[in-house]
């Protein structure tokens, strides 16, 4: 294949376009063919748009643009693929490429470049759109309001849940101790990311309760920002990106892990060093930093190895029937997918139920889901049957962006199930 110029980060990935054969298991497995039946949407198809562009067969247009677009990164065509073709490496290479050639439209690549990675910028533009979310859009459902369309950068009619009226680094101080007579186990670092950051703090205050009580000095960083998943794999951005790496590595030195709530940042993060590096000393310094990334189950079960009596629900939960969402960047990404379930079936006094492919894509995927609202909100109608053939009380998942997908989903479906994260259940 002759090397077209333009197209350096696809070309690193040039052995797992070659790997593909196109013998289509990924189509029963991918969420986006699932629904659109396209060759396009489907991983093979997307190799070939890619060879194609590679080889200067095609000419980058906008159409190529979203059917690169059009891929939620779920791993699903990877995990089924008998060659194991790597295709969203190649996918988010691809749009790196197109980003260096096309840039990024408004007002997206404004706020990737300029808002998402000055934290206290970001924050305070966040309060001024909580400010008019509160004044001028509806409540929908207890602590969910609507964002309605003309907000189509932010939700395109999503339900979403208050921006918090306080932030969690606002609320909590940069070193937290256990309590006074509790050894002192390990030391580590949180990374809160954007959305416990600002949506969800009280799920970050409950995770450093739980970790003191059992041993675990953690250290909040005001020198992180965001993960930057948004950025470079969902956009392509891979300058931006860089910078949000190096900001992440120099914030978290020194500290025995790294603790995260969400997959899709521990996941993003761990990928750094495979497509942001650039030189042999940012490699080295984001597979260090990688090393020490744990999602907060595997923490708990592979680390500290807590005895299931600490796992106990708290009180609003006891007696809850309760269901799990597996997030993709859980499980595919971070091989982390008994970790959660043996905290939940440790928990005495809630009785746990299995919904049928609860490892199955939701939907949401970062700015998949706001490129693509109509078709993120289709692949989440088949989670929604999932959950409602559980009859649980409860779902509760290990991502916040999921979280925010599943409370969008059942408030659409008007469903009686709660939705949350899986520490907000312990005591």
């Given at each position: 294949?002759?090397?077209?110029?333009?197209?350096e980060?696809?070309?690193?990935?040039?052995?797992?376009?070659d790997?593909c054969?196109?013998?289509?298991?990924?189509?029963s497995?991918?969420?986006?063919?699932?629904?659109?039946?396209?060759?396009?949407?489907?991983?093979?198809?997307?190799?070939?748009?890619?060879?194609?562009?590679l080889?200067?067969?095609?000419?980058?247009?906008?159409?190529?643009?979203e059917?690169?677009?059009?891929?939620?990164?779920?791993?699903?065509c990877?995990?089924?693929?008998?060659?194991?073709?790597?295709?969203?490496?190649?996918?988010?290479?691809?749009?790196?490429?197109?980003?260096?050639?096309?840039?990024?439209?408004?007002?997206?690549?404004?706020i990737?470049?300029?808002?998402?990675?000055?934290?206290?910028?970001?924050?305070?533009?966040?309060?001024?759109?909580?400010?008019?979310?509160?004044?001028?859009?509806?409540?929908?459902?207890g602590?969910?309001?609507h964002?309605?369309?003309?907000l189509s950068?932010?939700?395109?009619?999503?339900?979403?849940?208050?921006?918090?009226?306080?932030?969690?680094?606002?609320?909590?101080?940069?070193?937290?101790?256990?309590?006074?007579?509790?050894?002192?186990?390990?030391?580590?670092?949180?990374?809160?990311?954007?959305?416990?950051d600002?949506?969800?703090p009280?799920?970050?205050?409950?995770?450093?309760?739980?970790?003191?009580?059992?041993?675990?000095e953690?250290?909040?960083?005001r020198?992180?920002?965001?993960c930057?998943?948004?950025?470079?794999?969902?956009?392509?951005?891979?300058?931006?990106?860089?910078?949000?790496?190096?900001?992440n590595?120099?914030?978290?030195?020194?500290?025995?892990?790294?603790?995260t709530?969400?997959?899709?940042?521990?996941?993003?993060?761990?990928?750094?060093?495979?497509?942001?590096?650039?030189?042999?000393?940012?490699?080295?310094?984001?597979?260090?930093?990688?090393?020490?990334?744990?999602?907060?189950?595997?923490?708990?079960?592979?680390?500290?190895?807590?005895?299931?009596?600490?796992?106990?629900?708290?009180?609003?939960?006891?007696?809850k029937?309760?269901?799990?969402?597996?997030?993709?960047?859980?499980?595919?990404?971070?091989?982390?997918?008994?970790?959660p379930?043996?905290?939940?079936?440790?928990?005495?006094?809630?009785?746990?139920?299995?919904?049928?492919?609860?490892?199955?894509?939701?939907?949401?995927?970062?700015?998949?889901?706001?490129?693509?609202?109509?078709?993120?909100k289709?692949?989440?109608?088949?989670k929604?049957?999932?959950?409602?053939?559980?009859?649980?009380?409860?779902?509760?998942?290990d991502c916040?962006?999921?979280?925010?997908?599943?409370i969008?989903?059942?408030?659409?479906?008007?469903?009686?199930?709660?939705?949350?994260?899986?520490?907000?259940?312990?005591?």
């Open positions: 294949m002759k090397k077209k110029p333009g197209y980060q696809t070309e690193r990935f040039k052995a797992d376009l790997k054969t196109r013998c289509g298991f990924c189509m497995a991918c969420p986006v063919y699932r629904e659109e039946k396209v060759e396009s949407s489907v991983a093979r198809g997307k190799i070939v748009l890619v060879r194609s562009l080889s200067g067969a095609l000419a980058e247009t906008k159409e190529m643009e059917q690169l677009n059009r891929c939620t990164l779920c791993m699903t990877a995990q089924n693929c008998p060659a194991g073709t790597n295709v969203p490496a190649v996918i988010t290479a691809a749009r790196a490429d197109k980003v260096k050639q096309r840039g990024i439209p408004f007002p997206y690549g404004f990737y470049r300029h808002l998402l990675p000055r934290r206290r910028l970001f924050g305070n533009i966040v309060r001024m759109v909580s400010w008019f979310q509160g004044i001028f859009l509806p409540k929908t459902n602590s969910i309001r964002l309605s369309f003309f950068a932010l939700g395109k009619g999503r339900h979403i849940p208050n921006i918090a009226p306080k932030f969690l680094r606002e609320s909590i101080p940069e070193v937290n101790k256990p309590p006074a007579g509790v050894e002192v186990k390990y030391t580590v670092g949180y990374f809160t990311g954007c959305m416990t600002f949506v969800f009280e799920l970050g205050i409950k995770i450093i309760k739980f970790l003191n009580k059992n041993g675990v953690v250290i909040v960083p020198g992180q920002g965001c930057g998943a948004p950025v470079f794999l969902g956009a392509g951005d891979f300058t931006t990106g860089r910078k949000m790496a190096d900001t590595a120099a914030a978290f030195k020194n500290l025995d892990y790294i603790i709530d969400c997959a899709t940042c521990a996941s993003s993060m761990k990928d750094y060093a495979k497509f942001l590096a650039d030189n042999d000393a940012r490699k080295q310094a984001y597979e260090q930093f990688a090393g020490k990334i744990k999602d907060i189950t595997e923490f708990l079960v592979d680390v500290l190895k807590l005895p299931a009596a600490a796992y106990r629900a708290a009180p609003e939960f006891k007696g029937t309760v269901t799990y969402h597996e997030p993709c960047h859980l499980n595919r990404y971070l091989g982390v997918k008994e970790q379930r043996h905290i939940l079936k440790s928990m005495a006094d809630i009785k746990y139920v299995e919904m049928a492919d609860a490892d199955r894509c939701c939907g949401m995927a970062g700015t998949f889901s706001v490129y693509f609202y109509e078709l993120s289709k692949i989440a109608d088949k929604a049957a999932s959950i409602a053939a559980t009859g649980a009380d409860i779902v509760v998942t916040p962006g999921c979280q925010i997908q599943l969008d989903t059942t408030s659409r479906h008007k469903m009686p199930q709660q939705v949350r994260h899986i520490m907000e259940l312990l005591d």
